[in-house]
């Protein structure tokens, strides 16, 4: 999970980027879903990478317009399975 914070509350720069250039992803991360509050200032996005460093290929292209604040978070059913006593 992906929190994107625009700086300055300012959503338009980084608009004007994905129109002009799209996601500019590495081929190893992909896009799931984002939802924007209603007043721009944040975005969350479900993105899914193979590991951190992938997705800094991503974000290289962003940060002077985005702060990203990046949580790995697992299928339930994933997390539950690695949480089995194993025996």
């Known amino acids: 999970m992906i929190i994107e914070r625009f700086r ?3 959503i338009g720069p980084t608009g004007e980027r994905f129109r002009t250039r799209g996601r ?3 081929g190893d ?6 939802w924007i509050v ?7 996005q479900l993105m899914e990478a193979p590991n951190r460093e992938a997705l800094a ?6 940060e002077d317009l985005v ?10 059913a994933d997390f539950w399975e ?3 006593p194993s025996g």
């Not at 991360?29 to 984002?34: L, R």
């Not at 702060?67 to 339930?76: A, R």
């Open 24 to 26: 500019m992803m590495p």
């Open 67 to 76: 702060d990203f604040e990046i949580v790995e978070v697992l299928e339930s």
């Open 38 to 44: 209603p007043d721009g200032s944040v975005c969350y």
């Open 57 to 62: 290929g991503w974000t290289r292209h962003w």
């Open 8 to 10: 300055g509350g300012d």
């Open 29 to 34: 991360v992909h896009y799931i879903a984002s």
């Open 82 to 84: 690695r949480r089995r």
